[in-house]
Structure formats: structure tokens, C-alpha cells
Nanobody, 125 residues
Framework: QVQLVEFGGGLVQAGDSLRLSCAASGRTFSNYAMGWFRQAPGKERECVAG????????YYADSVKGRFTISGDNAKNTVYLQMNSLKPEDTAVYYC??????????????????WGQGTQVTVSS
């Protein structure tokens, strides 16, 4: 079992950068495929980025490609989401999640078994 806690959300202006952190405890995140999801009010939860257990396979939603980067630090047992050139449409609650079954990341929320509590990101225009 793994516990996930997100940090780093906040209020920024369009064009700014923000880095989200997801601290894992209980087990190392390298045992799981990891994903970052977001959910805006009235919208479904969507996967914006993910990586495989050893980080060799990554996934990015088209809406964030070239702007967001997912990475991990094994020593800190932490997964990051670097978000650059933020847009108002990036406003959402961001969650990290762990998939205990698959090696590679998938974009389907139902494949992920452990979730953090979420952190709010608000981008003003």
C-alpha cells in the first residue's frame, strides 16, 4: 500500500510556472506506474501525464505536451509535475495516482488504485 500527498498548488498568472510534488510513503513509487490527473469544476477527471515503473515510458495529454513534464526522484520518493506556460484552462484540482497492476501509464482513472487528496491550481488571465 502507498500513501500519496500532493504539494505545490497555488494561484498564478497566465504564462507562469508551477511545480507540483507528490510525496509517496509506505512503498516506493518505482513499484507503480504513476499518473497526474486534474479535474476542473463540472468536468471529468483527466490524465495529463504519467510514467512507467522505471520511467522509460511517459504519457502526456495533447493539451499539455511541450508545457508539462513529469519526473521522479527515487531518493526522495517523490513524483513531480513541472508546469510551464500555464493557461487559465489549466485551472483544476490536480491529483497524483498510482497504478499497482500495469507497468506502463494509462490515461484511465479507473486503472489507478491509490490517490492523493489533490492540490488546487488556479491560473488567472
Amino acid at each position: 500500500q502507498v500513501q500519496l500527498v500532493e504539494f505545490g498548488g497555488g494561484l498564478v498568472q497566465a504564462g507562469d510556472s508551477l511545480r507540483l510534488s507528490c510525496a509517496a510513503s509506505g512503498r516506493t513509487f518505482s513499484n507503480y506506474a504513476m499518473g497526474w490527473f486534474r479535474q476542473a469544476p463540472g468536468k471529468e477527471r483527466e490524465c495529463v501525464a504519467g510514467f512507467s515503473r522505471n520511467g522509460d515510458i511517459t504519457y502526456y495529454a495533447d493539451s499539455v505536451k511541450g508545457r508539462f513534464t513529469i519526473s521522479g526522484d527515487n531518493a526522495k520518493n517523490t513524483v513531480y509535475l513541472q508546469m510551464n506556460s500555464l493557461k487559465p484552462e489549466d485551472t483544476a484540482v490536480y491529483y497524483c495516482a498510482a497504478d499497482t497492476v500495469r507497468y506502463y501509464p494509462t490515461k484511465d482513472a479507473y486503472n489507478y488504485h491509490y490517490w492523493g487528496q489533490g492540490t488546487q491550481v488556479t491560473v488567472s488571465s
